[in-house]
């Protein structure tokens, strides 16, 4: 039987599996992999293929972007309830 990539769905006999999130899937190339599984930056919109970095319940791609996120959040705080802006 052979498997296809759950990514572009090629037929391919060296597939190899992830196991995530309780179930296994097929890819046939890691590029297939990240664009099926890797977790995107909720700054900057890019897959994370790194370690990243968790903040408060959403993951970034680096501290960068954590900070920037962190920073714009607290920006949009201030600005709602300062009423001397
Ligand atoms: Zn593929
Ligand atoms: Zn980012």
Redesign the pocket.
């Known amino acids: 039987m052979t498997k296809t990539?759950?990514?572009?769905?090629?037929h391919?006999k060296n597939l190899f599996s992830i196991f995530m999130n309780g179930q296994t899937t097929y890819?046939?190339?890691f590029?297939?992999a990240i664009f099926k599984l890797a977790p995107i930056c909720q700054n900057c919109g890019c897959k994370i293929i790194g370690h990243g970095v968790d903040s408060e319940g959403a993951c970034y791609c680096s501290s960068h972007c954590a900070r920037n996120a962190v920073m714009n959040a607290n920006a949009k705080i201030a600005s709602t309830t300062d009423s001397n802006v």
């Open positions: 990539c759950a990514s572009c769905g090629n391919y890819f046939d190339c590029e297939c």
